[in-house]
């Protein structure tokens, strides 16, 4: 079993039917153009990505459905989507998903990451009526990068910073070697531990064998609680 991450990344709109935002920058131009660079920098690392990207899309639903089925389909062990907001007067950066889970700890990470860019910091947020949030099988986020509306945001905009920033946040929330940029900050602090993501199917036991260890050393390096509850997405240490 190969143990490289596999991630979903949805690139928001650009598809008949399924227009995103027009602002002072069209939101499909900019969801493409990060998305696109994303895809890119995650595929050099090593990261197997799922371009969610629908064909044929015969309405609005139709759009949504086959980005969710494009993911779930691919078995990903997590799934992003690039989008960017208007509304007058607004600025700055959000994470949307589902709280509680994979999504809102790999979204913690990420965000921050994006902020260092001087964007304003609206926050991770939780939303429980997004379709590709609540019909993806494995922990997902939507990543409103910035307002296409918003002259502040949009003044210096930068696709390429924006994508560089998302992949650093990733390879910190999936321990992937980075070797892209800079390395961040506080990765240089963190110990020398092996990470595995959770994926369908997984459980204790199984990584026990798998990475030569025990349960109950599983339990005691990750302060788990309940050794019953472990989700896919989540970053596990084995040693
Ligand atoms: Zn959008």
């Known amino acids: 079993m190969s143990n490289a991450l596999k991630l979903a990344i949805d690139i928001g709109h650009n598809a008949p039917y399924d227009g995103g935002?027009?602002?002072?920058?069209?939101?499909?131009?900019?969801?493409?153009?990060?998305?696109t660079k994303l895809?890119?920098?995650?595929?050099a690392a090593g990261i197997e990505v799922i371009n969610c990207a629908p064909n044929n899309v015969q309405s609005l639903f139709d759009s949504l459905n086959k980005?969710?089925?494009?993911?779930?389909?691919?078995?990903a062990d997590f799934f992003i989507s690039i989008h960017h907001n208007a509304f007058p007067g607004a600025n700055g950066t959000e994470i949307l998903c589902i709280p509680g889970g994979g999504g809102e700890e790999v979204s913690k990470i990420i965000l921050p990451e994006i902020i260092k860019l001087g964007f304003t910091n609206?926050?991770?947020?939780?939303?429980?009526?997004l379709y590709v949030l609540n019909e993806t099988n494995m922990s997902a986020i939507l990543i409103e990068c910035a307002f296409c509306d918003?002259?502040?945001?949009?003044?210096?905009?930068?696709?390429?910073?924006?994508?560089?920033?998302?992949?650093?946040?990733?390879?910190?929330?999936f321990?992937?070697?980075?070797?892209?940029?800079h390395i961040p900050e506080s990765n240089k602090t963190i110990d020398e531990g092996i990470y595995h993501v959770v994926r369908k199917g997984d459980n204790l036991?199984?990584?026990?064998?798998q990475y030569n260890t025990t349960v109950k050393n599983l339990i005691?390096?990750?302060?788990?609680?309940?050794?019953?509850?472990?989700?896919?997405?989540?970053?596990i240490r084995v040693r």
């Open 67 to 75: 980005r969710v089925g494009i993911a779930n389909d691919s078995k």
């Open 175 to 181: 321990n992937i070697p980075n070797n892209m940029g």
């Open 122 to 129: 609206r926050g991770v947020k939780a939303r429980h009526d």
């Open 39 to 43: 895809i890119g920098k995650c595929s």
């Open 220 to 235: 005691a390096l990750n302060s788990i609680n309940d050794p019953n509850l472990i989700y896919i997405g989540q970053r």
């Open 21 to 35: 935002a027009i602002g002072i920058k069209s939101e499909d131009s900019l969801n493409l153009d990060v998305g």
């Open 205 to 209: 036991w199984v990584l026990s064998k």
């Open 150 to 173: 918003s002259e502040i945001d949009m003044r210096s905009y930068d696709a390429e910073k924006m994508a560089s920033s998302i992949f650093n946040g990733i390879c910190k929330a």
